[in-house]
């Protein structure tokens, strides 16, 4: 376990409309920001771990704002995992692909203007992603696990986590939902981000 990087806070129940799953609650030393582990079932009875490592959408997820896909891409893998009856997601505070909460509204004024998602990103200094993933390494190293089946369209997602020893077994696509608000967002995912759609 990579002590040096979290701390861990408390484990609950959290009884959902998909499932009864537990929730673990770590800080992140470095930053001071909270991350969760959501788990259903026994993590050490499984080869592989169904997951999710997903970053924190206040817009989609809390006002179901439909530029995005995120709130969608939440439920799904809440259900699958659920359905499955084991399995885990890795809640990161990572608002607006790591640029924050604020950022991600100037950015998205920035879009209303005619930019996409990653040029109104470089447009304010950031990198298209700036999210680490390095926290999910150690939050898997505290709950025992080794090697996850990822529910992700993200292949640098793989990619980034693979470098901080954390095994992925295969890559689960998962569905987005399309509408009239994201329909540009989406296509930018998968030209300018390489998502596989």
Partial sequence: MKKNL???????????KFGHFKVHAF???RSNKDHLAITIGNL???DSILSRIHS????????FSLRCDCRYQLTESLAQIAKKGCGIIFYLQQEGRG???SNKIRAYKLQDD???TVEANHHLGFNEDERDYEIVSSMADYLEI???DLMTNNPK???AIKKFGLKVNKRISIKSESNDYNKSYLNTKAKKLGHLM
């Fill in 114 to 116: 005619g930019l996409d």
């Fill in 99 to 101: 640029i924050g909460l």
């Fill in 157 to 159: 997602k793989i990619d």
């Fill in 56 to 63: 924190q959408c206040i817009t989609g997820e809390s006002f």
């Fill in 146 to 148: 080794n090697t996850i």
């Fill in 44 to 46: 050490n009875e499984t």
């Fill in 27 to 29: 800080t992140e030393i």
């Fill in 6 to 16: 979290i701390k861990f806070i408390e484990t609950s129940e959290l009884p959902t």
